[in-house]
């Protein structure tokens, strides 16, 4: 969708106005409001189950909007097929439990809230940075939880040179230094990790670097390579040297 131009502002901006009672008939919007209205009563939490109904709409359509071109996807969103409500709303709360809560992150949600910013969270993404970025960022604070009390969860690729990974690291985090990646070819094997499919298969995938830039790069690269859930971690390897107790390990 992103290759043919066809971006979220075409077609979601009704979705999320709405509340859905665009998309859907009746019958079906009151099953979809009474699920999103139980559970967590922030504000911010309710934008992100919103934002994961329409993940999930996309996902059921998802065999046809790859084989369409835009003409075609127009068509499509101008005259939605019967869309599986039951279907949507369990894998939207799927989605909502196994994503860390800083990649819904709002950049206005804590003013709102009245809370002091934190170094470890997101505070300081613009509109821009997260418009060209097709990964979103991970805060320290949601990478070091599921790192230490759900490992099983996340896999984090560590794209720092062997002599920095060999001074500190995360526990269980994989190396592969950024300056020795052809990223030409889109072949995980070209990586030189064996297994690496299977590895990050089913996990949080975290990219971690100092330079963002370099980060984003391989970031899309693993997309490319058919890799779900990637994520990058914002404010770099850096800001974990700042946790206590130490959460990092050496060589």
Not at 102 to 123: G, H, V, W
Not at 182 to 205: K, T, W, Y
Request: proline share 5%; net charge negative; glycine share 2%.
């Amino acid at each position: 969708m992103r290759e043919i131009n066809f971006i979220p502002e075409l077609f979601a901006i009704p979705w999320f106005l709405t509340m859905f009672s665009h998309v859907f008939p009746l019958h079906k919007i009151i099953h979809l409001w009474d699920k999103l209205l139980l559970g967590d009563s922030s504000y911010p939490f309710f934008i992100g189950k919103v934002l994961f109904i329409g993940i999930s709409i996309l996902e059921q359509l998802k065999t046809t909007l790859l084989s369409s071109c835009f003409n075609d996807c127009i068509l499509l969103f101008s005259d939605l097929p019967d869309i599986v409500m039951e279907t949507c709303v369990i894998e939207s709360r799927k989605m909502y439990l196994s994503t860390p809560k800083s990649i819904t992150f709002r950049k206005y949600a804590k003013q709102l809230n009245n809370n002091e910013p934190d170094e470890f969270e997101i505070n300081d993404i613009e509109l821009n940075d997260l418009q060209n970025e097709r990964c979103p960022r991970i805060s320290a604070n949601d990478l070091i939880e599921l790192n230490n009390k759900k490992p099983g969860e996340v896999m984090v690729i560590d794209i720092r040179s062997h002599l920095d990974f060999n001074r500190a690291h995360l526990r269980d985090s994989i190396n592969i230094p950024f300056t020795s990646i052809s990223l030409s070819d889109i072949r995980l094997d070209a990586l030189g990790v064996p297994d690496l499919e299977m590895v990050l298969a089913n996990r949080n995938v975290v990219v971690v670097n100092n330079l963002h830039e370099s980060a984003i790069l391989f970031a899309h690269f693993l997309l490319d390579c058919g890799i779900k859930k990637v994520c990058i971690l914002h404010s770099g390897f850096n800001i974990l040297h700042s946790f206590v107790p130490n959460v990092l390990e050496t060589s």
